[in-house]
């Protein structure tokens, strides 16, 4: 397994992407990225490393201590700085991160959230009473948002995975004007899952559209094998990543018909980001990926842990059009 997957944006703006960006996967040497919002690198299950390249903003210097920020006349890209959340326990970190974002982004005028990653490690721990790390970062959550406001939709399209790191690391797009929240019918929304799952929901989108001048764009949440809000197929690779991608088939199905999105396939995504839990795995969820949607389609496979510890696999996906 290589380290692989640092979050790198290219510093590169033109008249075109002003108020947009293009995402694409490089396996160029880092040195030869201009710069990185985060340090976060995760157990890449590919042959050669990966870069995640964002096209179309430009730094802006330093915020807040060590915020680094970029951005267009549309869009925020930052991380926030590891040593606010450093060796803090899980649910505190992750009401200070949120509390702390929320506060900065009315400051920098992109008062909209519309897309955030989360990385912490042991996910399903409980070692330190009855909730588990992940159930802990949902409270953390729940109290930023109460806090100030955030408190209905639209919630922002999100990923929450395990990895080796120490501490929370949260990455995060922002907007100047609002999303559109999509939910899947197939699911119950996560922000409405009872209180025997987690004493506070998940509060975040199953996928957020947001368009702008030039493009819609479809940021869909990390997506597991869940229907109404049980796990499916526990222990079965195969029929996880099934459900995983039919979810996914949804939420696009559910843009084009509901909120006029462009009629695309699962092949016409911009990319995907499929996070395995053992390592093992890699070539039977490969071989059923490509075989749905062939090997045009951007990929990159990363080990982690998932939010539960029945599932064994979580994708996430985007889809950026031009606007018509």
């Known amino acids: ?80 700085p590891h040593a606010l959340l450093q060796h803090l326990p899980i649910e505190q970190a992750t009401e200070k991160a949120y509390s702390t974002i929320i506060e900065q982004l009315e400051q920098w005028g992109y008062p909209y959230l519309i897309r955030t990653w989360n990385f912490f490690p042991d996910i399903t721990s409980n070692q330190f009473g009855a909730n588990n790390n992940y159930q802990l970062f949902c409270s953390g959550r729940t109290r930023a948002y109460a806090a100030h406001s955030l408190v209905s939709q639209p919630y922002p399209a999100a990923t929450v995975i395990g990895t080796q790191q120490q501490d929370l690391h949260v990455h995060f797009i922002a907007s100047k004007t609002s999303g559109i929240g999509i939910e899947n019918t197939k699911q119950v929304s996560a922000f409405e899952y009872p209180s025997s799952y987690s004493e506070d929901p998940p509060l975040f989108s199953r996928a957020l559209l947001h368009r702008n001048q030039s493009q819609q764009i479809l940021f869909i949440s990390g997506t597991a094998s869940i229907t109404g809000h049980n796990t499916q197929f526990e222990g079965d690779i195969n029929r996880q990543t099934e459900v995983c991608l039919d979810n996914i088939q949804h939420l696009l199905n559910t843009a084009v018909h509901e909120y006029q999105f462009t009629n695309i396939s699962l092949s016409d995504l911009s990319q995907l980001k499929v996070f395995i839990k053992y390592p093992e795995h890699l070539d039977t969820v490969k071989t059923h990926i490509e075989g749905l949607i062939g090997i045009q389609t951007p990929i990159v496979y990363l080990q982690g842990d998932m939010c539960r510890s029945d599932l064994l696999i979580e994708i996430e996906a985007l889809a950026i059009i031009p606007s018509i």
């Open 1 to 80: 397994m290589n380290e692989a997957l640092a979050l790198n944006v290219h510093l590169e703006i033109n008249n075109q992407l002003h108020n947009g960006f293009i995402v694409r996967y490089s396996s160029e040497p880092k040195e030869f990225i201009i710069d990185s919002i985060t340090n976060i690198s995760m157990n890449s299950l590919q042959s050669t490393q990966t870069f995640e390249v964002w096209q179309g903003v430009v730094q802006h210097g330093t915020a807040l201590n060590d915020w680094q920020m970029h951005q267009n006349d549309q869009y925020l890209i930052a991380s926030v």
